[in-house]
């Protein structure tokens, strides 16, 4: 079976478990700059490079990786959210893009295998893409509209790098996450297709947008369910939502995606929202019973964490969605589809 067929085929089974925060988890460890800078000799400060790890502090990311497979993870993202030439350019590491995305995946890979060959169990491997500190929709500039930090064929350019890397380091899916911009989504979508091309195979794209206001649109504007008019084309293996506000928040928006999206519906949110001193403070038991409720409702595939989250939020999100059935994907009539900033299904 190919890995998409044999996630299909585990999700048809019981809800599946997304691991959690890497960031935060990270934050939690205290490092130094010398953690992070290692030896390779960059000129700029490395604090808060997350990524990097991969090359300077492998055994932080394997450590969080194994602790979320630990307790039941059966998808593990790549450590690389901000793996990219636009986003590791503010570290002055962007000619380490390559060798930082085939490493993390192959930590990712590696603690994978060894809990397969404990169980027998399927597990993935989904090779994280963040949506970079730019924008294709948006201007930067209040007086210049028309203005762009960054054009189409340069953000395909720079998404194909990172995704080729990370299927090269043994990635099973692309997850394209915290899509704040549509555009940028499709960018994403069009390296993959392109590397898909190359490789001579598939290889399964998983999309998670997140939302940035109370009323379900993400930056560019986009309500959840014009996005999926906007990104179906691409026939994900999975669409969701991650990050944005607590649970709480999301759950009419969780509703109203897992009726209209004929794919695996995968959420995993933040561990409520941060205080004043950007701290999570959501206990497991909360965030579990919150994310319950989406599953006793049939609504979703597959459950996670995102900022916030620990292995004890996931084991709790384990525990709340062990018996209950998994959403089943409905079967949505053929009809003409498109997305403004709403939804707009043409009368036949």
Known sequence: MTPRELLLAEAGKRILLMDGAFGTEIQRRNLSESDFAGDLNLKRDQRGNNDILSLTRPDVPERITR????????????????????????????????????????????????????????????????????????????????????????????????????????????????????????????????????????????????????????????????????????????????????????????????????????????????NELGQYDELPETTAELLREWAAAGQVNILGGCCGSTPEHLEAIGRAAQFLAPRTIPQIEPATRLAGLEPFTMAA
């Open 67 to 274: 602790a979320y497979l630990a307790v039941g993870a059966d998808v593990t993202s790549t450590n690389t959210f901000s793996a990219n030439r636009i986003s590791q350019a503010d570290y002055g590491a962007e000619h380490l893009v390559r060798e930082i995305n085939i490493e993390a995946a192959r930590i990712a890979r590696r603690a994978v295998d060894d809990f397969i060959a404990r169980d027998g169990k399927p597990r993935f491997v989904a090779g994280a893409i963040g949506p970079t500190n730019k924008t294709l929709s948006l201007s930067p500039d209040v007086n210049d509209p028309g203005c762009r930090e960054i054009d189409w064929d340069f953000l395909v350019e720079v998404y194909h790098q990172q995704a080729a890397a990370l299927v090269e380091g043994g990635s099973d899916f692309i997850l394209v996450e915290t899509i704040f911009d549509t555009l940028n989504a499709k960018a994403a979508i069009m390296a993959v297709r392109q590397l898909e091309r190359e490789l001579g195979r598939e290889v399964p794209l998983m999309l998670s947008m997140t939302l940035t206001d109370l009323s379900g649109r993400n930056l560019s504007g986009h309500t959840v369910e014009a996005f999926w008019h906007a990104v179906r084309h691409a026939r994900p293996l999975t669409v969701g939502l991650n990050c944005s506000f607590g649970a709480a928040q999301l759950r009419p928006h969780v509703k109203a995606l897992s009726e209209v999206a004929d794919a695996l519906v995968m959420v995993y949110p933040n561990a409520g929202l941060p």
